[in-house]
Structure formats: C-alpha cells, structure tokens
C-alpha cells in the first residue's frame, strides 16, 4: 500500500502534517486503545507501517526517488497489548490477589469489592483537613520453582535500594499476586501506608513441571525396566520416592503418585504427582542386544502402528 | 511457562527502543522489571514487550509526559480488565438454559436503559 495512502496525506505534506495524520489513525484506530473496531487494526497497520518510513527524512526521499518501496516496513507479527492487558495474571492490573480470599477463582467477590470501593481512598474528613491512603506499588518477582511449591522466603531490592523480605506462601501460582501490608506508598495525613504488590512468575524447574495442584515429570526407564517392570526411584517436590513400573510399559504411558504434588494454601490434601514414563535405549547397542531382538523379531513381530491407517 | 528476556533482548525486540527509552518507562513504573534474585540482572516478560510496543507507540505520537503516559496506561489496563470480566460474564450468561437466561438480560437492559 502506499505510504501517504494509508496515511491519507498528499505527497507533499510536511513532516509535521505526516506526524498529525498518524497521531489521528493512533488516536482512532490503535488496536489497544480501541479494542473490538476490527477495521481500525487494519487501518493502523498500515498507517505504522507508513509512518515508520515516512518520518524518517531519508528513507521517505530514497522512497520518493523510488529507490526503496514501501515494503519492509510492516511490523513483525501484532504482538498488541491487549493480548495480554485483560488476562487475570496481567501484573499491571490488580489481578488475583493470593491473600485476599481463600477461594482463588471467586470472580464475584472480586468484582463486587471493586464496585463497592472496600478501600478508603482520598477524601476530607469532616473537620481534619485532607487525608489519602499511601499508594499500593506493584513489584513483579521471579520465584523459584520449588519455592512456590513448598513456600520460602525471599527479597527483592527496591528501586530506593532498601531491601523487602518476601515470604512466598506455599502453593503460589504464576499471576498471583501478594499483599504485603504497608509497604506501599506513604499517605497523607491520617490515610494508611500504601501496600506492596507483589505479583509472582514461577520459574521453571530443570525436572518438574506444573499444572494447578499436579506436579508433571517425564521419567526416563531403560528397555529392560520397561519390558520386565520393577522399582524405581522417582524425585518428587517433597524427595524422592520408588514407583512400581508395570511390566511391558511404553513411553508416553502416565503414572500418578497420589498425594505428591502441591497442597494448596489452606489445605491439607496434596494434588497428585504425574509421572511420564520415557523409554530410553542403552547409550551404544552392542552384539548381544542386536542379535538378541534379531532373532526375538523373526517370531514375535508387532505392529504398533496399526491403529494409524488411514 | 513464560518467555523471559534481558534488558538487551527486549531492546532489540521492540522496534523504536533503546537503552534511554526503557530506562525512562522503568524510572517511571511504566513497566516494571521481574525482580529475579537467581539471574544475573532485571528481566522481563512477553506483556512487556507488548505493553512497551504500545508505550514507544504513544510516546511517539503524542509527546506525552511520563506521568500521562502511566496514567493512560492504567485506564488501558482498566479498560482491557473490565472487558475480560464482562465477558466472562456474558459467557456464563450464556451458558445459562434460556428461560434463566431471559429474565437476567431483561433485567441489564432495563438497569442499562436508566
């Protein structure tokens, strides 16, 4: 498309009246700023696109000389904010609050105490002059794997350089966000200290993976273990314990440990740990292997891929 | 789990940044660095990169201050979060046999018509 087209400025307008017709397509058309005009995006991305080139005075002469076209400019992939902007665990807005209810998911009490306003706020008290709460400052934190499993402590180093201890409670999910009572923002006249928010983002771990309450990990078992079955040890979040492979197990078969993954704050019960077993062959195959399935082949051949024809 | 990137990752990932630039949004809390005591400096996430596209986006366009940058920022957040509830709400409304159903949406447009 061309670059003054989608601008919708002739080829003479100057540099001034390019960045105004651009600031009214963002105004009116930017994807994040206008959510749901499905026109408007198309229309922005041109416009960008356009406006990348044109605002740079050489590349829009090399443009008018014809050296360049207009391609090239497009923007990679719409990677916009609003992708992200409305998700529960978007740290930049209030989200969920870890110790604020004990039923994580009650969309309703959180809709409703944001209609009602639980929080004071700033406003003059009848005779004493003007009072404000101090302002909540939100803090993000990467937290170890096993420390949003099990809870743990950590600190985070303000911008001021004074230091925060962190506990992290046990169970905390990525998004979640902790209260950290008057470690906010200081306040006005009798309002109270702002808190700290704290939203957390669990780092992954080299052997677990998470999903809720179930711990998930891919077990690697040699050929013997999985055609014979036997005892093996197996890590967990709270060590290791031993697993009973059933003879004649495949890769991709799922084991459950109950009880052995996460217990969520204000549980007792844990969540259950999912082991995925991985048959793994011996790192060199000698003679004896070879020869063995050679001949162990010409009587016992199987097909496990007969459920695939199409 | 989450993509992370450094400072240099990020830079290079959002066209129209640089070190000033991301400097200036982190001073003033546009965005805000993962605090990560196990790595070596700050580092950021995927909403990062989209949330400082569309900081460069109208910094560029409207000269805007710092402390108007953050307080448009906010109503974005606002606005996008409102959206999301109300969706979720619309979709249990939804989900709801027609004759529950109703009697609820005549309700909003009654409530909604003043």
Known sequence: ??????????????????????????????????????????????????????????????????EIDASGQERPEANYYRNYAGARDNPYRGGQRFDDYEDLSDFFSDFMRSQRGARGGAGHDHMHGFHSDGEDLRYRLEVPFMDAALGGTTRITLPDGSVLQVQIPRGIADGQTIRLKGKGGAPVGKGRQGDALVTVSVAPHKVFSREGDTIRVVLPITIDEAILGGKVEVPTISGPVNLTIPKGASSGQVLRLRGRGIAPRGREDRGDQLVELKIVAPPSVDDELASFFEAWKQKHSYDPRKGMKT | MTTIYTEEQIIAEVPGLDRALLMRFVKARIVVPLEAPARPGPVFGQIDVARLQLACDLCESFDLEDDALDLLLRLVDQLHGVRAELHALVDALEALPEEQRKPIEDRIRRRLAG
């Open chain 1, 1 to 66: 498309m061309d670059p003054y087209e989608a601008l919708g400025v002739s080829k003479t307008a100057s540099a001034a009246e390019i960045k105004k017709a651009y600031r009214k397509i963002v105004k009116e058309s930017h994807p994040d700023i206008n959510p749901g005009d499905k026109a408007g995006e198309a229309r922005f991305k041109a416009a960008a696109a356009a406006y990348d080139l044109l605002k740079d005075p050489e590349k829009r002469a090399r443009f008018d000389r014809g």
